[in-house]
């Protein structure tokens, strides 16, 4: 793999751990119900990024 495939994996992999940050469980998943608060801090921070 090149450094650009390397690099575009690594930032994919961060933005999903950072999207998956939003409306984290206890038991380690994630749910973001569409509209609720999770998903509304995702949805505006995402547009920041």
């Known amino acids: 793999m090149d450094q650009a495939s390397t690099t575009l994996k690594d930032d994919l992999r961060q933005s999903i751990n950072w999207l998956a940050s939003f409306g984290k469980t206890e038991n380690g998943g994630v749910t973001r119900l569409l509209y609720d608060e999770a998903w509304q ?7 920041r990024k």
């Not at 801090?41 to 547009?47: G, I, V």
């Open 41 to 47: 801090q995702a949805q505006q921070r995402s547009h």
